[in-house]
Each structure stands twice: as structure tokens, then as C-alpha cells.
């Protein structure tokens, strides 16, 4: 019983660093002073690696219960990052646009979003945070089919006006998201 209630403990703990996380990622700019992600990002993955190691070692067999316990705390962190706009990668912005093309009747491996043929699906929002305008997608048929649905269900869900990337702008055509140089990539 005493391990049920440790693992239980430890995943408030990895959900309350994840929220931590979230605010500090929500900062204006997070990058500027990167310790505080540092320290949150070590302090999640210590309590998750302590649950690790108690869930492996445990003498009193968990079961069922840890199974469900686990899958209980990494939705709810998961959840708890949901609410806050994209802030590690600015990948999510290519899902959608791959969704976007694919609705458009458009084979997303045929051209690169600054291609002249896709300028009718370009906006401020979305498109000008596509990474590496350039080139065509780099996700394989299946990934393309979970963008399409996903896409289906809730066009441009990526990109509510909280999720704009900062600088967004139409006259932005370099290739490179605004987003994507707050990170110094």
C-alpha cells in the first residue's frame, strides 16, 4: 500500500511540474532566461525517473493499478501543456498546413508551401509559421492521414488568435517561421 501511495504522490508532483513547465513556457519570451525552463524540464523528469524506478523495483506487486495510474497522470500532463500555445516547436503549425493542403485536394508532397500553386491557402496565421517553406512535407502517409483528419474535425485548430506566432506577418516569405527564430534555430 505504501508504494500505491508514493506512485500516487509522484505523479501529483509530475503533474504540478508540468503545469510549472507551462507557465514558464507561456512567459513572453522564455528563451531569454532559459534556466527556469531548464530547472523545470530537470525537476519533471527527476520525479518522473523516481516513479520509474519505484514502479520497476516495487517489492509489492502494482498491477492494474499502477497501469491505470500512469495513464491517468500522463494525460492529465499532457492536458495540463494543451492550454498553452506551442512553444518547443512550431512543428504543429506544419501539421496543419500539411491538413490544409491535403483538404484543398492537393498532394502535400508535390510542393513546398511558398510554391506559387499553394498561394491560395496561405494566411497569416498558419502559413506564416510553416517551418521550412521550402521544401515539400517530410511526413510519411500515415502521419499525412492523422493531419487530414485531424484537419477535417477542426480546421486550423492550431492556430486560434492565442496561438498567432509572434512578428506573424503577410509580408514574411523567407522560408523561416518567426517562430522558429525566438529559438535561435
Known amino acids: 500500500m505504501k508504494a500505491r501511495a508514493l506512485l500516487a504522490a509522484l505523479g501529483l508532483a509530475l503533474v504540478a511540474s508540468t503545469v510549472w513547465l507551462g ?16 530547472v523545470a524540464v530537470v525537476v519533471a523528469l527527476s520525479v518522473y ?3 520509474a524506478i519505484l514502479v520497476v523495483r516495487s517489492r509489492s506487486p502494482l498491477g492494474r493499478w499502477a ?3 500512469v495513464l491517468v497522470v500522463a494525460l492529465v500532463a499532457r492536458l495540463a501543456l ?3 500555445p506551442p512553444a518547443l516547436s ?3 503549425y506544419r501539421y496543419v498546413w500539411d491538413g ?11 510542393f513546398p508551401p511558398q510554391s506559387p500553386a499553394l498561394v ?5 496565421r498558419v502559413y506564416e509559421a510553416v517551418n521550412r517553406k521550402f521544401a515539400p512535407t517530410i511526413y510519411p502517409p500515415a502521419a499525412q492521414a492523422v493531419f487530414r483528419v485531424a484537419y477535417a474535425a477542426k480546421p486550423d485548430s492550431a492556430a486560434p488568435s492565442t496561438f498567432a506566432p509572434p512578428n506573424a506577418s ?3 516569405t523567407s522560408g523561416r517561421s518567426p517562430s522558429t527564430n525566438k529559438h535561435g534555430s
Do not use: E, K, M, S
Open 23 to 38: 507557465l514558464v513556457l507561456d512567459r513572453p519570451d522564455p528563451f531569454q532566461r532559459p534556466a527556469a525552463i531548464v
Open 49 to 51: 525517473a523516481a516513479a
Open 67 to 69: 497501469f491505470a495510474t
Open 82 to 84: 494543451a492550454v498553452h
Open 90 to 92: 512550431d512543428d504543429v
Open 100 to 110: 490544409r493542403v491535403q483538404a484543398a485536394g492537393i498532394n502535400p508532397y508535390r
Open 120 to 124: 491560395q491557402l496561405r494566411d497569416a
Open 170 to 172: 503577410p509580408a514574411n
